[in-house]
């Protein structure tokens, strides 16, 4: 994070920091934690943000912070996410304040840590497109619904159609027994045509689809496509390959470094290993492979000794 700091313009942070050491500490705090955003606003507007891998397997670089404002408001501070996350889920929490103002805000728990990467206890959240929150809450001041019976059914059927109108969402993972209720109060009291209630609910295809664990929040997965296509803009104009790799009993770096044709300090350095690391059967490792340039070829990403090619599932 500091390193981000010094891209900041000098004159500005240094300010900024005189500012903050001059006041009382409460108010330092506030101070510093308006300097830290500005820094990152600054790197945003000169660095494009990079949806590195896929969301259980991934990095997140450069992503933005969502900041809590009338409508939403962060409950833990790994808020961080691609542009078109922060700002989805922004924009739609906004519009359900403004239809029914007072009534309280979306609380976001988690999106990815700065850097993305494992997100405990999720399986995915990885790279800055998954973004968890409570369901609203009938009763003033309550943060979110813990039960069926407390949800405010009314400001979730408008966060959904907020959503809906967002191209960048690619799906919403919510408990099934919910969905009924959420598809009856759109059938029942907002007289939602059967089409788009079979789109939203329907089969194996539908937009928002079951996911154990999910009763008392809503997981809303984005598409991030400019965040995603710098990820692998970047690595061909590197004239690399990622190729994910997982790790086999016995494996150890030098030994990878020898199967792709790099070294073992550069394996570390992308997957922020210490020197010498000792490796773990099953771990998951990012590998830039040099790659050959080949006109008309497309940016790729390969998945080699995964065991698995499907897509992540709910986390």
């Known amino acids: ?186 059938r029942d009291a907002v007289g939602a045509p059967a089409p788009l209630l079979d789109a939203l609910f329907s089969g194996r295809g539908a937009w928002v689809r079951h996911a154990p664990g999910h009763r008392t929040h809503l997981h809303v997965r984005f598409k991030a496509t400019a965040s995603a296509e710098a990820a692998l803009l970047a690595d061909a104009l590197r004239g690399v390959e990622r190729v994910r790799h997982r790790v086999a009993r016995g494996e150890t770096l030098d030994a990878l470094a020898r199967r792709y044709g790099v070294t073992p300090a550069e394996i570390s350095a992308e997957n922020r290993l210490p020197p010498n690391a000792r490796l773990r059967r099953g771990q998951r490792l990012f590998v830039l492979v040099p790659r050959a340039p080949a006109v008309g070829r497309e940016p790729s990403s390969r998945l080699l000794n995964s065991g698995s090619g499907r897509p992540a599932g709910p986390g």
């Open 1 to 186: 994070m500091f390193g981000r700091l010094r891209s900041l313009a000098p004159l500005t942070l240094a300010a900024a920091l005189v500012c903050a050491l001059s006041t009382p500490a409460a108010a330092a705090l506030t101070a510093w934690a308006e300097v830290v955003r500005a820094a990152w606003a600054h790197a945003q507007a000169t660095q494009p943000c990079l949806s590195v891998g896929t969301v259980d397997f991934g990095r997140l670089e450069n992503g933005a912070l969502l900041a809590s404002r009338p409508g939403i408001r962060a409950r833990s501070r790994d808020v961080w996410g691609t542009p078109e996350a922060v700002r989805g889920i922004t924009r739609a929490a906004q519009v359900v304040e403004a239809l029914y103002p007072g009534r309280g805000d979306l609380v976001i728990t988690d999106i990815s840590r700065a850097e993305g990467g494992h997100l405990r206890p999720h399986r995915t959240h990885q790279n800055g497109r998954d973004v968890d929150a409570l369901l609203y809450a009938r009763r003033p001041g309550v943060e979110g619904a813990r039960v069926a019976a407390d949800i405010d059914f009314e400001r979730l059927w408008a966060l959904l159609m907020a959503l809906r109108a967002d191209p960048e969402v690619d799906r919403i993972l919510l408990d099934r027994g919910i969905q009924g209720r959420l598809r009856a109060f759109g």
